[in-house]
């Protein structure tokens, strides 16, 4: 009988494991049938538990436990394979993601805030004023990964005008003590190797009350690009560590609170992530090294209590983001000959601290009322520093500028230097948000989903910029810039939605919902001459969508699909001016995507084998021509950045078991269409398709559940730019910058949990 019922758990692993590969559904098995059928999973994405194929929007789910047996440590790893989403990452941090062909910029430097919100939890990590760094969670301890497609104006706000990129922490329980703990060992065709290692546990404190759950990641990132005129290979490896705690305290059977704290850092001493040529991963226009480092926290107190009737939920949280980049910007004004000595170079140092703390008081039915509904208000506010230092090597070192250029830590620079410097600028800003919202949901006969929300708004944004050298004084007839300017938006954000359930396995659904991005004041001085306006207004876009959910087989099938169409308003570009190469933000024209995204999950009959397949289109262009910062004529129709034209990847994963042994298969092909680093258009960038295998196996009886894991991606080498431009400089020549896919890569990885 025991062994009978170890083997029948074992079963269920294997089944849950093989939906979790193939789709964001898992499995579950009756014991009276023994039927194996695809379930919905439970996500908080509308800040409400619901099933996600309850809900009438585009949602793509990633189970973290997958994430972590398949290896991926890193956003871009696995977000791609999401018909409509594309990422461009250069480096930890350094990343760009464009969902359904709304993304307009998709240089990972870009400055413009991102149009992808980056949620941990229900705290938006994006940036209202300027673009810094957007966090990368190891996929280690996490519940999942939520991939909101559409904008989310009404729920998140400004923080996610095309769409929102969601991490969901684990949660302490209270059930028992559990250890995991894990090992992963990279290795990079032409580049260096790494090793990556984490430990969590929760720990129960006192009875069913409190409990505690902690975590840390040590993380190594492999070098990929070469230099060629210093000779030295994988210049770019660095690495970072994350800690996390999260304490749950449930002191009476109606009130949940929870304290969470998660911070991360990133250094490397030549963060170089971009090559010159669409062959190799390599450049030899850098005479410096390019030390960065960068660093996020998050600390957040969650507290809900239930009434008979009614939930009241508060979050308030304090987000932080520092970012220092010393950078070799001498290609920018030439191109450094054979031979050229260091102290030729041009240099741009940049510090970016920023600082943010938000609350929310939300209410929520709860029980037999007439219609379900959510109201609450929320707070945002946000403080921002940015300085930027922009010189040459030798005129620093002849007047006592930054001194050691390798190091990471910025020092005061003498006001002589400032001013006889290219360019020292500091940019001091705010930015407020104070916003009312409701959503209501009404069933009718039991089949007829009707939904309403709305979030009114307002936008305060406030800054200034100082600047002096001979760039700034260039570009403000001889004088020093001095300009400080306030921004005040105000708005409403709705959601509307029907969902009709056709019978208890087909539903049809429709909704329109709108999003926002906060306007703001640029970062470089305003010029007539190169075009620079000294402020920017927010960007705005609705989202039309239908659906249809259906489920086949006795729910052993699944096929859904969705169209859809976006009018986008006066979109955020960032441009660059012609005498400098600074960017700068401006609103131009307007822009439309359509398209469609289908998606099929299949429980063969072939007892373990999973089959998957995910594909889309979108057509994402401008509906207006406009002139940019170059003198590029843009014409109407051209295809946006970030907008690959088509994507489709499909699974097919096995599951068994053999010799007290799990094993599990899984073989993963990508493509993603071609598409632009720029709306010039002046370099062509993905089209290419990727292989992706991988094998673990499972000691299921034994109290520490050993599992070893082997992964392989882009088996077949694809090397392809993933971003990128070209622009001619002053000198007449023409300058390229590629950034390249990763290369193919061999994970092993070792975990233990118990």
């Known amino acids: ?93 350094v990343m760009r993601i464009s969902i359904r062909g709304i993304g307009v910029d998709n240089s990972p430097d870009a400055t413009i805030p991102s149009a992808v919100g980056i949620l941990i939890g229900d705290t938006s990590f994006t940036d209202p004023y300027i673009g810094s760094i957007t966090p990368d969670l190891s996929a280690f301890d996490l519940a999942s990964v939520e991939v909101l497609k559409g904008p989310q104006g009404t729920v998140f706000g400004g923080a996610a005008l095309s769409g929102a990129v969601r991490y969901v922490l684990e949660s302490p329980h209270t059930e028992g003590l559990e250890f995991k703990a894990f090992s992963q060992y990279s290795d990079v065709d032409h580049g260096g190797d790494a090793l990556t290692s984490g430990v969590a546990a929760n720990i129960p404190l006192y009875e069913d009350k409190l409990a505690l759950r902690v975590g840390f990641v040590s993380r190594e990132y492999p070098g990929l690009y070469d230099n060629r005129r210093s000779g030295e290979n994988d210049v770019n490896d660095g690495g970072g560590d994350q800690v996390r705690a999260i304490v749950r305290w449930l002191p009476t059977d109606k009130l949940d609170i929870k304290l969470t704290y998660l911070e991360q850092d990133f250094s490397v001493d030549d963060g170089v992530y971009i090559a010159d040529n669409r062959e190799e991963r390599s450049l030899d226009d850098f005479l410096l090294k390019q030390p960065r480092e960068h660093d996020f926290s ?48 041009i240099f741009s140092a940049t510090n970016h601290n920023s600082e943010a703390v938000a609350q929310e008081i939300r209410f929520q039915s709860n029980g037999d009322w007439w219609v ?11 403080e921002l520093h940015f300085d930027i230092y922009i010189n040459t090597i030798a005129q620093d070192r002849l007047l006592g500028g930054i001194g050691d250029i390798t190091s990471l830590i910025p020092i005061t620079i003498p006001n002589l230097t400032r001013e006889t410097s290219l360019l020292f600028a500091f940019n001091d ?8 919202f409701l959503d209501f949901t009404k069933t009718f006969w039991d089949r007829l989903h009707l939904a309403i929300g709305a979030r009114y708004y307002e936008t305060v944004v406030e800054g200034g910029y100082d600047g002096v050298g001979v760039l700034a004084r260039a570009a403000n007839n001889g004088q020093a810039v001095d300009i400080f300017k306030e921004i005040v938006e105000s708005g409403v954000s709705p959601r509307y939605s029907i969902k009709f359930d056709i019978s208890d396995d087909i539903s049809v659904y429709t909704q329109a919902a709108k999003g926002f991005r906060f306007g703001g004041i640029q970062t470089i001085p305003a010029s007539e001459a190169d075009g620079v306006p000294e402020t920017y207004k927010s960007d705005k876009l609705w989202n039309y969508e239908i659906g249809l959910r259906s489920s086949w087989l006795d729910n052993t099938l699944q096929f859904d699909a969705a169209i859809f169409k976006i009018d986008y308003q006066d979109p955020q570009i960032q441009q660059k001016t012609q005498t400098s190469n600074l960017g700068f933000k401006d609103n131009v024209g307007s822009a439309e ?98 292989l992706n295998a991988g094998v673990s196996l499972t000691l ?46 061999v994970n092993a990885r070792l975990s233990v949990e118990f």
Do not use: C
Not at 24 to 32: G, L, M, R, T
Not at 372 to 382: C, E, H, N, Q
Not at 674 to 686: H, P, R, S, Y
Not at 736 to 743: E, T, V
């Open 298 to 345: 998050l600390t957040s107190l969650d507290m809900r209590y239930d009434f008979d009737r009614f939930s009241v939920m508060s979050l308030t949280s304090l987000t932080t983001k520092n970012s220092y980049a010393f950078s070799d910007i001498s290609a920018t004004f030439f191109s450094p000959p054979p031979g050229a000595p260091e102290a030729t170079g």
């Open 1 to 93: 009988m025991i062994n009978a019922f170890n083997s029948f758990n074992s079963s269920i692993r294997l089944y849950v494991l093989a939906a979790s590969f193939a789709s964001s559904a898992v499995i579950v098995q009756a014991a009276e049938t023994g039927k194996r059928q695809l379930e919905e999973v439970v996500v908080t994405a509308t800040k409400r538990s619901e099933n996600l194929r309850d809900i009438p929007a585009s949602i793509a789910h990633f189970d973290g436990s997958v994430l972590e047996e398949q290896g991926k440590l890193n956003l871009a790893d696995y977000l791609q394979e999401t018909p409509g989403v594309v990422v461009n990452s250069a480096a930890p941090g």
């Open 429 to 436: 800003a705010t930015a407020t948000e104070e916003a009312i």
């Open 700 to 745: 299921e009886n034994l109290s520490f559940r050993p599992q070893f894991s082997l992964n392989v991606t882009n088996i077949r080498d694809e090397i392809e730019p993933i971003g990128g431009g070209s622009r001619d400089l002053p000198t007449g020549e023409r300058q390229a910058i590629y950034i390249f896919n990763s290369p193919r890569t």
């Open 593 to 690: 995507s359509t398209g469609y995204e289908v998606s099929l999950r299949w429980l063969t009959p072939i007892d373990g084998l999973a089959l998957s397949l995910d594909g889309g289109e979108v057509d994402s262009h401008t509906s207006e021509a406009f002139v940019d910062s170059a003198g590029n004529m843009i014409p109407a129709g051209t295809q946006m950045p970030g907008a690959a034209d088509s994507q489709y990847s499909a699974t097919a994963s096995y599951f068994n078991s053999a010799f007290d042994v799990n094993y599990n298969l899984y073989l993963t092909y990508s493509y993603i269409g071609k598409n632009f680093g720029d709306l010039a258009q002046t370099e062509a960038v993905n089209d290419f398709a990727t």
């Open 372 to 382: 379900d509904w959510i109201a609450g208000v929320y707070s945002y506010d946000y």
